[in-house]
Protein backbone atom coordinates (compact mmCIF):
# COMPACT_ATOMS: atom_id res chain seq x y z
CA UNK A 1 0.00 0.00 0.00
CA UNK A 2 1.48 2.90 -1.34
CA UNK A 3 2.03 6.18 1.63
CA UNK A 4 0.10 8.61 -0.21
CA UNK A 5 -3.13 6.06 0.35
CA UNK A 6 -2.64 6.54 4.14
CA UNK A 7 -4.68 8.58 6.21
CA UNK A 8 -2.47 11.65 7.25
CA UNK A 9 -2.00 10.97 11.16
CA UNK A 10 -0.19 7.98 10.01
CA UNK A 11 1.88 9.67 7.42
CA UNK A 12 3.38 12.38 9.26
CA UNK A 13 5.79 11.70 11.69
CA UNK A 14 5.47 13.01 15.53
CA UNK A 15 7.45 16.39 16.14
CA UNK A 16 9.94 17.00 18.89
CA UNK A 17 7.54 18.89 20.91
CA UNK A 18 5.24 15.88 20.93
CA UNK A 19 7.63 13.36 21.55
CA UNK A 20 9.20 15.60 24.35
CA UNK A 21 5.53 16.29 25.97
CA UNK A 22 5.43 12.26 26.02
CA UNK A 23 7.81 11.94 28.07
CA UNK A 24 7.66 14.62 30.54
CA UNK A 25 4.04 13.29 30.85
CA UNK A 26 5.00 9.58 31.78
CA UNK A 27 7.80 10.77 33.63
CA UNK A 28 6.22 13.47 35.78
CA UNK A 29 2.29 12.20 35.83
CA UNK A 30 1.29 14.91 33.24
CA UNK A 31 -2.59 14.60 32.13
CA UNK A 32 -3.62 11.78 30.52
CA UNK A 33 -5.26 12.20 26.94
CA UNK A 34 -8.90 12.09 26.48
CA UNK A 35 -9.98 8.97 24.87
CA UNK A 36 -12.50 8.61 22.03
CA UNK A 37 -15.64 8.13 23.39
CA UNK A 38 -15.66 4.49 21.92
CA UNK A 39 -12.32 3.69 23.54
CA UNK A 40 -13.60 5.21 26.59
CA UNK A 41 -16.92 3.09 26.65
CA UNK A 42 -14.82 -0.34 26.35
CA UNK A 43 -12.07 0.74 29.12
CA UNK A 44 -15.34 0.97 31.58
CA UNK A 45 -16.64 -2.24 30.12
CA UNK A 46 -13.23 -4.03 31.26
CA UNK A 47 -12.45 -5.50 34.09
CA UNK A 48 -10.41 -5.25 36.41
CA UNK A 49 -6.92 -7.01 37.07
CA UNK A 50 -8.14 -10.23 38.42
CA UNK A 51 -6.07 -13.72 39.57
CA UNK A 52 -4.16 -16.06 36.65
CA UNK A 53 -6.48 -16.71 34.29
CA UNK A 54 -6.42 -19.99 32.36
CA UNK A 55 -3.06 -19.68 29.72
CA UNK A 56 -3.84 -18.85 25.77
CA UNK A 57 -3.14 -22.32 24.16
CA UNK A 58 -1.48 -20.41 21.65
CA UNK A 59 1.32 -19.19 24.12
CA UNK A 60 4.38 -21.21 25.33
CA UNK A 61 3.96 -22.69 28.52
CA UNK A 62 5.93 -21.01 31.25
CA UNK A 63 7.20 -22.42 34.41
CA UNK A 64 5.72 -22.21 37.61
CA UNK A 65 8.83 -20.00 39.27
CA UNK A 66 8.85 -17.40 36.36
CA UNK A 67 4.63 -17.48 36.27
CA UNK A 68 4.42 -16.52 39.76
CA UNK A 69 7.40 -14.31 40.23
CA UNK A 70 6.15 -11.73 43.02
CA UNK A 71 4.65 -8.98 41.35
CA UNK A 72 3.97 -6.94 44.33
CA UNK A 73 5.53 -6.72 48.02
CA UNK A 74 2.73 -8.42 49.58
CA UNK A 75 3.38 -11.22 47.12
CA UNK A 76 6.95 -11.63 48.31
CA UNK A 77 6.91 -14.20 51.10
CA UNK A 78 8.83 -14.57 54.29
CA UNK A 79 10.66 -10.83 53.93
CA UNK A 80 8.57 -8.87 55.93
CA UNK A 81 11.35 -6.83 57.80
CA UNK A 82 12.94 -5.83 54.49
CA UNK A 83 9.43 -4.85 53.21
CA UNK A 84 8.56 -2.59 56.25
CA UNK A 85 11.98 -1.05 56.04
CA UNK A 86 11.67 0.16 52.62
CA UNK A 87 8.07 1.35 53.11
CA UNK A 88 9.28 3.29 55.91
CA UNK A 89 11.98 4.56 53.89
CA UNK A 90 9.78 5.83 51.22
CA UNK A 91 6.95 7.80 53.38
CA UNK A 92 9.79 9.23 55.11
CA UNK A 93 11.70 10.10 51.83
CA UNK A 94 15.05 8.64 53.11
CA UNK A 95 15.53 6.49 49.97
CA UNK A 96 19.62 5.24 50.13
CA UNK A 97 21.34 5.63 46.70
CA UNK A 98 22.14 1.76 46.49
CA UNK A 99 20.73 -1.09 47.99
CA UNK A 100 22.40 -4.74 47.98
CA UNK A 101 20.17 -7.93 48.48
CA UNK A 102 21.87 -10.97 49.42
CA UNK A 103 20.54 -14.43 50.70
CA UNK A 104 20.46 -18.15 49.21
CA UNK A 105 19.35 -18.73 45.73
CA UNK A 106 15.47 -18.44 45.21
CA UNK A 107 14.69 -16.23 47.89
CA UNK A 108 13.62 -13.25 46.05
CA UNK A 109 16.72 -10.96 45.23
CA UNK A 110 16.29 -10.24 41.66
CA UNK A 111 12.98 -9.92 42.09
CA UNK A 112 12.98 -7.63 45.16
CA UNK A 113 15.28 -5.88 43.27
CA UNK A 114 12.76 -5.45 40.29
CA UNK A 115 9.93 -4.52 42.61
CA UNK A 116 12.39 -1.32 44.24
CA UNK A 117 12.23 -0.34 40.74
CA UNK A 118 8.47 -0.18 40.12
CA UNK A 119 7.83 1.11 43.78
CA UNK A 120 9.97 3.76 42.68
CA UNK A 121 8.78 4.79 39.20
CA UNK A 122 5.57 4.25 39.73
CA UNK A 123 3.23 6.50 38.77
CA UNK A 124 -0.08 5.26 39.99
CA UNK A 125 -3.30 4.66 37.35
CA UNK A 126 -4.15 8.47 37.31
CA UNK A 127 -0.54 9.53 36.16
CA UNK A 128 -0.02 11.32 39.18
CA UNK A 129 1.02 8.75 41.92
CA UNK A 130 4.83 9.09 43.47
CA UNK A 131 6.60 6.16 44.97
CA UNK A 132 4.89 3.57 47.14
CA UNK A 133 5.34 0.69 48.40
CA UNK A 134 2.47 -0.92 46.70
CA UNK A 135 2.82 0.18 42.90
CA UNK A 136 -0.18 -0.24 40.94
CA UNK A 137 1.41 -2.69 38.03
CA UNK A 138 -1.51 -0.82 35.52
CA UNK A 139 0.78 2.28 34.60
CA UNK A 140 3.23 2.44 32.25
CA UNK A 141 6.72 2.28 33.97
CA UNK A 142 5.08 -0.71 36.24
CA UNK A 143 4.31 -2.78 32.87
CA UNK A 144 7.41 -1.99 31.09
CA UNK A 145 9.43 -2.96 34.01
CA UNK A 146 7.89 -6.36 34.48
CA UNK A 147 7.80 -7.20 30.79
CA UNK A 148 11.56 -5.85 30.93
CA UNK A 149 11.59 -3.59 28.31
CA UNK A 150 11.60 0.10 30.25
CA UNK A 151 14.39 1.99 28.79
CA UNK A 152 15.32 3.48 32.54
CA UNK A 153 15.59 0.32 34.12
CA UNK A 154 18.88 -1.59 33.21
CA UNK A 155 19.68 -5.01 34.17
CA UNK A 156 23.26 -6.27 33.88
CA UNK A 157 24.52 -10.09 34.66
CA UNK A 158 27.79 -9.50 36.10
CA UNK A 159 28.55 -13.24 36.18
CA UNK A 160 29.22 -12.09 32.12
CA UNK A 161 30.35 -8.40 32.50
CA UNK A 162 32.57 -8.70 34.69
CA UNK A 163 35.45 -6.07 33.03
CA UNK A 164 36.51 -2.13 33.92
CA UNK A 165 34.75 -1.71 30.16
CA UNK A 166 31.69 -2.82 31.49
CA UNK A 167 31.91 -0.81 34.32
CA UNK A 168 32.90 2.06 32.23
CA UNK A 169 29.41 2.23 30.11
CA UNK A 170 27.45 2.51 33.41
CA UNK A 171 29.88 5.58 34.89
CA UNK A 172 29.54 7.49 31.28
CA UNK A 173 25.60 6.72 31.33
CA UNK A 174 25.13 8.30 34.96
CA UNK A 175 25.15 11.17 33.75
CA UNK A 176 22.44 11.44 31.65
CA UNK A 177 18.68 12.12 32.63
CA UNK A 178 16.03 9.76 32.96
CA UNK A 179 14.20 9.41 29.68
CA UNK A 180 10.30 8.24 31.10
CA UNK A 181 10.78 7.49 34.56
CA UNK A 182 11.70 9.09 37.91
CA UNK A 183 14.78 7.35 38.42
CA UNK A 184 17.12 5.69 36.17
CA UNK A 185 18.01 2.30 38.25
CA UNK A 186 21.08 0.06 37.41
CA UNK A 187 19.97 -3.44 38.40
CA UNK A 188 23.33 -5.29 39.22
CA UNK A 189 23.03 -9.76 39.77
CA UNK A 190 25.71 -11.34 40.70
CA UNK A 191 27.53 -8.02 41.30
CA UNK A 192 30.40 -10.97 43.29
CA UNK A 193 31.19 -11.53 39.84
CA UNK A 194 32.84 -8.45 39.06
CA UNK A 195 36.44 -7.98 38.86
CA UNK A 196 38.39 -6.34 41.80
CA UNK A 197 39.52 -3.16 39.10
CA UNK A 198 36.05 -3.00 38.16
CA UNK A 199 34.76 -2.45 42.27
CA UNK A 200 37.61 0.10 42.00
CA UNK A 201 36.40 1.84 39.07
CA UNK A 202 32.87 1.81 40.36
CA UNK A 203 33.30 2.64 44.18
CA UNK A 204 33.17 6.93 42.86
CA UNK A 205 30.21 6.75 41.33
CA UNK A 206 28.54 3.94 44.02
CA UNK A 207 29.58 6.76 46.64
CA UNK A 208 28.53 10.30 44.97
CA UNK A 209 25.75 9.16 42.28
CA UNK A 210 23.75 11.64 40.92
CA UNK A 211 20.36 11.83 42.00
CA UNK A 212 18.43 10.36 39.58
CA UNK A 213 20.33 7.42 39.90
CA UNK A 214 19.75 4.09 42.07
CA UNK A 215 21.59 1.14 42.28
CA UNK A 216 20.60 -2.30 43.03
CA UNK A 217 22.73 -4.93 43.82
CA UNK A 218 22.06 -8.51 44.28
CA UNK A 219 24.53 -11.45 45.17
CA UNK A 220 24.61 -14.90 46.76
CA UNK A 221 27.93 -14.90 48.33
CA UNK A 222 28.67 -11.27 50.01
CA UNK A 223 31.38 -11.98 51.34
CA UNK A 224 32.85 -11.71 48.31
CA UNK A 225 32.18 -8.38 48.01
CA UNK A 226 35.29 -5.51 48.88
CA UNK A 227 34.23 -3.80 52.15
CA UNK A 228 34.65 -0.59 50.63
CA UNK A 229 31.25 -1.32 48.04
CA UNK A 230 29.82 -2.67 51.36
CA UNK A 231 29.90 0.39 53.13
CA UNK A 232 28.42 2.55 50.64
CA UNK A 233 25.11 0.72 50.23
CA UNK A 234 22.07 -0.23 52.57
CA UNK A 235 22.42 -4.21 52.71
CA UNK A 236 19.40 -6.53 53.12
CA UNK A 237 19.60 -10.05 54.16
CA UNK A 238 17.02 -11.98 52.52
CA UNK A 239 16.16 -15.13 54.56
CA UNK A 240 15.35 -18.30 54.03
CA UNK A 241 11.38 -19.39 53.72
CA UNK A 242 10.15 -21.88 56.98
CA UNK A 243 8.96 -24.90 55.37
CA UNK A 244 5.67 -24.24 56.22
CA UNK A 245 5.20 -21.07 54.76
CA UNK A 246 6.19 -22.57 51.57
CA UNK A 247 4.22 -25.38 52.20
CA UNK A 248 1.21 -22.73 52.23
CA UNK A 249 2.82 -20.94 49.04
CA UNK A 250 2.99 -24.08 47.05
CA UNK A 251 -1.18 -24.83 47.90
CA UNK A 252 -1.97 -21.39 46.79
CA UNK A 253 0.06 -22.15 43.35
CA UNK A 254 -1.56 -25.64 43.26
CA UNK A 255 -5.45 -23.79 43.77
CA UNK A 256 -3.80 -21.43 41.06
CA UNK A 257 -3.11 -24.03 38.86
CA UNK A 258 -6.43 -26.22 39.37
CA UNK A 259 -4.12 -28.86 40.24
CA UNK A 260 -4.77 -30.84 43.86
CA UNK A 261 -2.25 -32.20 45.97
CA UNK A 262 -2.04 -33.84 49.46
CA UNK A 263 -0.30 -31.99 51.99
CA UNK A 264 1.86 -34.31 53.08
CA UNK A 265 3.58 -33.82 48.92
CA UNK A 266 3.58 -30.45 49.05
CA UNK A 267 5.64 -30.99 52.71
CA UNK A 268 7.92 -32.81 51.05
CA UNK A 269 8.21 -30.55 48.23
CA UNK A 270 8.74 -27.80 50.44
CA UNK A 271 11.96 -29.50 52.89
CA UNK A 272 13.50 -30.64 49.70
CA UNK A 273 13.27 -27.22 48.58
CA UNK A 274 15.66 -26.16 51.69
CA UNK A 275 13.86 -22.51 51.93
CA UNK A 276 14.00 -21.39 48.20
CA UNK A 277 10.94 -20.63 46.63
CA UNK A 278 12.34 -21.02 43.25
CA UNK A 279 13.83 -24.81 44.21
CA UNK A 280 11.08 -25.87 45.22
CA UNK A 281 8.14 -24.22 42.30
CA UNK A 282 10.88 -26.25 39.88
CA UNK A 283 10.12 -29.33 42.02
CA UNK A 284 6.36 -28.80 42.47
CA UNK A 285 6.24 -28.15 38.54
CA UNK A 286 8.41 -31.40 38.02
CA UNK A 287 5.86 -33.31 40.55
CA UNK A 288 2.59 -32.32 38.69
CA UNK A 289 4.41 -33.54 35.27
CA UNK A 290 5.23 -36.61 37.20
CA UNK A 291 1.78 -36.99 38.95
CA UNK A 292 -0.19 -40.09 37.51
CA UNK A 293 -2.98 -39.09 34.85
CA UNK A 294 -5.42 -42.07 36.45
CA UNK A 295 -5.72 -40.16 39.06
CA UNK A 296 -6.69 -37.04 38.16
CA UNK A 297 -3.20 -35.58 37.74
CA UNK A 298 -2.77 -35.34 41.99
CA UNK A 299 0.37 -34.81 43.35
CA UNK A 300 0.63 -37.33 45.82
CA UNK A 301 3.27 -37.97 48.96
CA UNK A 302 4.14 -41.52 47.40
CA UNK A 303 4.92 -39.91 43.69
CA UNK A 304 6.81 -36.86 45.12
CA UNK A 305 8.96 -39.44 47.17
CA UNK A 306 9.92 -41.56 44.72
CA UNK A 307 10.51 -38.46 42.39
CA UNK A 308 13.39 -37.51 44.99
CA UNK A 309 14.27 -40.80 45.42
CA UNK A 310 13.43 -40.09 49.72
CA UNK A 311 12.89 -43.12 51.64
CA UNK A 312 9.77 -43.65 53.34
CA UNK A 313 8.91 -41.92 56.68
CA UNK A 314 7.44 -45.11 58.16
CA UNK A 315 10.68 -46.99 56.42
CA UNK A 316 13.28 -44.67 58.08
CA UNK A 317 11.82 -45.18 61.53
CA UNK A 318 11.94 -49.32 61.16
CA UNK A 319 15.24 -48.80 59.90
CA UNK A 320 16.36 -46.59 62.48
CA UNK A 321 14.27 -48.91 65.38
CA UNK A 322 16.31 -52.21 63.77
CA UNK A 323 19.79 -50.27 64.78
CA UNK A 324 18.43 -49.52 67.75
CA UNK A 325 17.78 -52.89 68.97
CA UNK A 326 21.16 -54.26 67.57
CA UNK A 327 19.20 -56.36 64.98
CA UNK A 328 21.81 -56.64 61.68
CA UNK A 329 20.26 -58.67 59.37
CA UNK A 330 16.73 -57.02 60.16
CA UNK A 331 18.94 -53.34 59.22
CA UNK A 332 20.41 -55.10 56.02
CA UNK A 333 17.05 -56.46 54.70
CA UNK A 334 15.53 -52.58 55.71
CA UNK A 335 18.47 -51.29 53.67
CA UNK A 336 18.09 -53.37 50.52
CA UNK A 337 13.93 -53.09 50.14
CA UNK A 338 15.05 -48.86 50.73
CA UNK A 339 17.45 -49.08 47.46
CA UNK A 340 15.18 -51.59 45.75
CA UNK A 341 12.68 -48.58 45.72
CA UNK A 342 15.10 -46.34 44.41
CA UNK A 343 16.28 -44.55 47.47
CA UNK A 344 20.20 -43.37 46.92
CA UNK A 345 22.11 -44.44 50.07
CA UNK A 346 23.34 -40.86 50.85
CA UNK A 347 19.42 -39.98 51.38
CA UNK A 348 19.13 -42.52 53.48
CA UNK A 349 21.81 -41.78 55.34
CA UNK A 350 20.90 -38.06 55.84
CA UNK A 351 17.16 -39.42 56.59
CA UNK A 352 18.17 -41.10 59.73
CA UNK A 353 20.50 -38.29 60.70
CA UNK A 354 17.42 -36.07 60.47
CA UNK A 355 15.31 -38.37 62.74
CA UNK A 356 18.37 -38.15 65.47
CA UNK A 357 18.29 -34.09 64.95
CA UNK A 358 14.35 -34.39 65.81
CA UNK A 359 14.81 -36.59 68.54
CA UNK A 360 17.51 -35.00 70.51
CA UNK A 361 15.13 -31.43 69.75
CA UNK A 362 11.98 -33.14 71.20
CA UNK A 363 14.43 -34.71 74.28
CA UNK A 364 15.28 -30.75 75.55
CA UNK A 365 11.47 -29.53 74.72
CA UNK A 366 11.74 -28.08 71.61
CA UNK A 367 8.37 -27.92 69.39
CA UNK A 368 8.53 -30.17 66.45
CA UNK A 369 5.58 -28.50 64.03
CA UNK A 370 7.02 -30.49 60.91
CA UNK A 371 5.78 -33.75 62.13
CA UNK A 372 4.10 -36.05 59.84
CA UNK A 373 1.56 -37.39 61.80
CA UNK A 374 0.61 -38.35 65.75
CA UNK A 375 2.64 -42.04 64.88
CA UNK A 376 5.72 -40.34 64.07
CA UNK A 377 5.38 -38.15 66.78
CA UNK A 378 4.82 -41.14 69.73
CA UNK A 379 7.60 -43.34 68.15
CA UNK A 380 9.87 -40.34 68.08
CA UNK A 381 8.97 -39.20 72.00
CA UNK A 382 9.54 -42.83 73.03
CA UNK A 383 13.05 -43.33 71.88
CA UNK A 384 13.53 -39.51 73.25
CA UNK A 385 12.51 -40.79 76.58
CA UNK A 386 14.74 -44.05 76.79
CA UNK A 387 17.90 -42.63 75.04
CA UNK A 388 20.41 -40.77 77.01
CA UNK A 389 22.01 -37.01 75.55
CA UNK A 390 25.54 -38.91 75.22
CA UNK A 391 23.94 -41.58 73.15
CA UNK A 392 22.43 -39.35 70.50
CA UNK A 393 25.18 -37.26 70.59
CA UNK A 394 27.28 -40.25 69.59
CA UNK A 395 25.08 -41.66 66.93
CA UNK A 396 24.47 -38.47 64.92
CA UNK A 397 28.54 -37.93 65.01
CA UNK A 398 28.39 -42.01 63.58
CA UNK A 399 26.17 -40.92 61.06
CA UNK A 400 27.91 -37.96 60.15
CA UNK A 401 31.20 -39.74 59.43
CA UNK A 402 29.30 -42.51 57.71
CA UNK A 403 27.42 -39.78 55.43
CA UNK A 404 30.96 -38.75 54.61
CA UNK A 405 32.30 -42.16 54.16
CA UNK A 406 28.94 -42.46 51.41
CA UNK A 407 29.61 -39.47 49.75
CA UNK A 408 33.23 -40.70 48.71
CA UNK A 409 32.84 -44.29 48.43
CA UNK A 410 33.36 -46.07 45.18
CA UNK A 411 30.36 -48.19 45.88
CA UNK A 412 27.90 -45.94 48.16
CA UNK A 413 25.29 -49.26 49.09
CA UNK A 414 28.34 -51.38 50.13
CA UNK A 415 29.77 -48.15 52.28
CA UNK A 416 25.94 -47.12 53.81
CA UNK A 417 25.92 -51.21 55.03
CA UNK A 418 28.88 -51.15 57.05
CA UNK A 419 28.35 -47.67 58.38
CA UNK A 420 24.81 -48.75 59.70
CA UNK A 421 26.55 -52.10 61.17
CA UNK A 422 29.59 -50.20 62.75
CA UNK A 423 26.37 -48.46 64.92
CA UNK A 424 25.12 -51.46 66.15
CA UNK A 425 28.12 -52.58 67.14
CA UNK A 426 29.04 -49.10 68.67
CA UNK A 427 26.10 -49.78 70.60
CA UNK A 428 27.64 -52.67 72.83
CA UNK A 429 30.66 -50.59 73.56
CA UNK A 430 30.74 -48.29 77.14
CA UNK A 431 29.78 -45.06 76.35
CA UNK A 432 33.22 -43.30 76.79
CA UNK A 433 32.20 -40.85 79.79
CA UNK A 434 31.59 -43.66 82.05
CA UNK A 435 34.80 -45.52 81.21
CA UNK A 436 37.21 -42.69 81.84
CA UNK A 437 34.95 -42.35 85.14
CA UNK A 438 36.07 -45.95 85.94
CA UNK A 439 39.42 -45.93 85.07
CA UNK A 440 39.80 -42.83 87.20
CA UNK A 441 38.10 -44.39 90.21
CA UNK A 442 40.19 -47.37 89.52
CA UNK A 443 43.23 -45.34 89.74
CA UNK A 444 41.81 -43.78 93.17
CA UNK A 445 41.85 -47.23 94.70
CA UNK A 446 37.78 -46.74 95.08
CA UNK A 447 36.63 -50.52 94.33
CA UNK A 448 39.20 -52.20 96.36
CA UNK A 449 38.21 -49.57 99.76
CA UNK A 450 34.38 -50.97 99.28
CA UNK A 451 35.13 -53.06 102.72
CA UNK A 452 35.48 -50.47 105.44
CA UNK A 453 36.05 -53.12 108.37
CA UNK A 454 39.56 -53.91 109.58
CA UNK A 455 41.28 -57.04 108.46
CA UNK A 456 40.09 -60.05 109.30
CA UNK A 457 41.93 -62.03 112.12
CA UNK A 458 43.61 -65.06 109.84
CA UNK A 459 45.30 -62.27 108.18
CA UNK A 460 46.39 -62.41 104.61
CA UNK A 461 50.02 -62.01 104.48
CA UNK A 462 51.53 -59.10 102.08
CA UNK A 463 48.29 -59.59 99.55
CA UNK A 464 47.72 -56.42 97.33
CA UNK A 465 44.18 -56.92 98.93
CA UNK A 466 44.55 -57.02 102.35
CA UNK A 467 47.21 -53.78 102.42
CA UNK A 468 44.69 -51.78 99.92
CA UNK A 469 41.66 -52.56 102.20
CA UNK A 470 42.59 -49.95 105.16
CA UNK A 471 45.33 -48.27 103.16
CA UNK A 472 42.34 -45.85 102.37
CA UNK A 473 42.00 -44.93 106.35
CA UNK A 474 45.40 -43.95 106.88
CA UNK A 475 46.37 -42.56 103.13
CA UNK A 476 44.75 -39.06 103.22
CA UNK A 477 46.56 -37.46 106.68
CA UNK A 478 49.68 -39.61 106.22
CA UNK A 479 49.83 -38.54 103.18
CA UNK A 480 49.43 -34.59 103.78
CA UNK A 481 51.68 -34.68 106.19
CA UNK A 482 54.55 -36.41 103.70
CA UNK A 483 53.32 -33.24 101.66
CA UNK A 484 54.34 -30.97 104.36
CA UNK A 485 57.65 -32.59 105.32
CA UNK A 486 58.33 -31.80 101.47
CA UNK A 487 57.07 -28.41 101.44
CA UNK A 488 59.15 -27.95 104.36
CA UNK A 489 62.61 -28.86 102.15
CA UNK A 490 63.09 -32.09 103.53
CA UNK A 491 63.26 -34.49 100.30
CA UNK A 492 65.11 -37.34 101.28
CA UNK A 493 62.89 -37.51 104.15
CA UNK A 494 59.55 -37.53 102.15
CA UNK A 495 61.05 -40.05 99.87
CA UNK A 496 62.04 -42.53 102.50
CA UNK A 497 58.21 -41.36 104.17
CA UNK A 498 56.49 -42.50 101.14
CA UNK A 499 58.87 -45.60 99.50
CA UNK A 500 59.26 -47.24 103.13
CA UNK A 501 56.76 -46.63 106.04
CA UNK A 502 53.48 -48.94 106.30
CA UNK A 503 51.39 -46.81 108.88
CA UNK A 504 50.13 -48.40 111.60
CA UNK A 505 48.53 -45.65 113.11
CA UNK A 506 49.11 -42.12 113.09
CA UNK A 507 48.07 -39.61 115.83
CA UNK A 508 49.41 -35.80 116.62
CA UNK A 509 52.60 -36.11 117.23
CA UNK A 510 53.19 -40.22 117.49
CA UNK A 511 53.78 -42.05 114.36
CA UNK A 512 53.49 -46.21 114.27
CA UNK A 513 55.05 -47.96 111.19
CA UNK A 514 56.58 -50.81 109.98
CA UNK A 515 58.58 -51.75 107.03
CA UNK A 516 59.36 -54.40 104.47
CA UNK A 517 62.03 -56.81 105.96
CA UNK A 518 64.88 -55.62 103.29
CA UNK A 519 64.86 -51.81 104.73
CA UNK A 520 67.07 -52.28 108.00
CA UNK A 521 68.64 -48.71 108.37
CA UNK A 522 68.19 -46.23 110.61
CA UNK A 523 65.66 -43.77 109.98
CA UNK A 524 63.99 -42.34 113.28
CA UNK A 525 66.52 -39.55 113.72
CA UNK A 526 66.15 -38.44 109.92
CA UNK A 527 62.80 -38.88 110.30
CA UNK A 528 61.78 -37.10 113.57
CA UNK A 529 63.93 -33.94 112.14
CA UNK A 530 62.16 -33.56 109.37
CA UNK A 531 58.90 -33.90 111.15
CA UNK A 532 59.47 -31.18 113.49
CA UNK A 533 60.55 -28.86 111.32
CA UNK A 534 57.53 -29.90 108.62
CA UNK A 535 55.16 -29.48 111.84
CA UNK A 536 56.96 -27.16 114.65
CA UNK A 537 56.61 -29.58 117.25
CA UNK A 538 58.59 -33.04 118.28
CA UNK A 539 57.38 -36.45 117.14
CA UNK A 540 57.19 -39.80 118.60
CA UNK A 541 58.49 -42.73 116.73
CA UNK A 542 57.77 -46.42 116.72
CA UNK A 543 58.69 -48.93 115.05
CA UNK A 544 57.05 -52.44 115.17
CA UNK A 545 57.03 -56.06 112.90
CA UNK A 546 53.76 -56.27 111.62
CA UNK A 547 52.71 -58.24 109.38
CA UNK A 548 49.39 -57.14 108.39
CA UNK A 549 50.43 -53.39 108.59
CA UNK A 550 49.27 -51.67 105.39
CA UNK A 551 51.44 -50.56 102.14
CA UNK A 552 53.66 -47.71 101.82
CA UNK A 553 52.26 -45.53 99.90
CA UNK A 554 54.93 -46.80 96.96
CA UNK A 555 53.30 -50.03 97.09
CA UNK A 556 49.79 -48.42 97.32
CA UNK A 557 50.40 -46.63 94.27
CA UNK A 558 51.91 -50.20 92.51
CA UNK A 559 48.83 -52.19 93.24
CA UNK A 560 46.46 -49.53 91.87
CA UNK A 561 48.04 -49.27 88.92
CA UNK A 562 48.36 -53.52 88.92
CA UNK A 563 44.09 -53.45 89.26
CA UNK A 564 44.02 -50.91 86.66
CA UNK A 565 45.91 -52.98 84.51
CA UNK A 566 44.22 -55.85 84.86
CA UNK A 567 40.99 -53.95 84.67
CA UNK A 568 41.97 -52.66 81.07
CA UNK A 569 43.17 -56.29 80.20
CA UNK A 570 39.71 -57.51 81.23
CA UNK A 571 38.01 -54.70 79.04
CA UNK A 572 36.46 -56.22 76.08
CA UNK A 573 37.87 -53.53 73.78
CA UNK A 574 41.20 -54.59 75.08
CA UNK A 575 40.26 -58.16 74.38
CA UNK A 576 39.50 -57.43 71.17
CA UNK A 577 42.58 -55.66 70.30
CA UNK A 578 44.72 -58.64 71.69
CA UNK A 579 42.71 -61.11 69.30
CA UNK A 580 43.48 -58.53 66.53
CA UNK A 581 46.93 -58.00 67.81
CA UNK A 582 48.90 -60.80 69.03
CA UNK A 583 51.64 -59.49 69.54
CA UNK A 584 50.81 -55.83 71.01
CA UNK A 585 52.11 -54.55 74.10
CA UNK A 586 50.86 -52.82 76.76
CA UNK A 587 53.66 -50.31 77.72
CA UNK A 588 53.67 -47.62 80.30
CA UNK A 589 55.53 -44.57 79.38
CA UNK A 590 56.97 -43.49 82.48
CA UNK A 591 58.68 -47.18 82.82
CA UNK A 592 59.65 -47.16 79.20
CA UNK A 593 61.40 -44.08 79.14
CA UNK A 594 63.08 -44.75 82.39
CA UNK A 595 64.45 -48.28 81.35
CA UNK A 596 65.02 -47.48 77.95
CA UNK A 597 66.11 -43.82 76.86
CA UNK A 598 66.72 -44.93 73.37
CA UNK A 599 63.35 -45.86 72.53
CA UNK A 600 60.55 -42.95 73.75
CA UNK A 601 57.17 -44.19 73.48
CA UNK A 602 54.20 -41.20 74.03
CA UNK A 603 50.56 -41.22 73.85
CA UNK A 604 50.91 -37.84 72.07
CA UNK A 605 53.00 -39.40 69.27
Known sequence: MPDTDLPDSETEAPTAAELEAAGQSAMFGGEPAKPESGASEAAEAAPAPASPAVADPAQPYRVLARKYRPQTFSQLIGQE??????????????????????????????????????????IGPDGQGGPTIDPCG?????????EGRHIDVIEMDAASHTGVDDVREIIEAVRYAAVSARYKIYIIDEVHMLSRNAFNALLKTLEEPPAHVKFLFATTEVDKLPVTVLSRTQRFDLRRIPTDRLGEHFAWVCTEEGVEAEPEALHLVAAAAEGSVRDGLSILDQAIAHADLDSDAKV??????????????????RLLGAILEGEPRTMLDAVADQYALGVEPLALMRSLMEIVHRITVMQIGGAM???AGEEEREQLSQWAARLTPGQLHRLWQMLLKGYDEVKTAPDPLVSAQMALLRLIHAANAPDPGSLVKRM???????PAASADSAPSASGSGD??????????????????????????????????????????????????FARAPEFRDKIETELRGALAKATGRSWVLT???DPAAPPSM????????????????????MQAARAAFPQAELLDEKEQAAANNARQWSKQA
Open 81 to 122: PMVQTLANAIRRDRLAHAFLMTGVRGVGKTSTARLIAKALNC
Open 138 to 146: VCEPCQAIA
Open 300 to 317: TAARVRDMLGLADAGAQR
Open 369 to 371: PDL
Open 440 to 446: EELAKGI
Open 463 to 512: SPEARTRPASLARPDFASLVAKVEDAGEYIAASIMRLQLRVVSLEDGALT
Open 543 to 545: EVE
Open 554 to 573: AEAAQAEAAALRDAMEAHPL
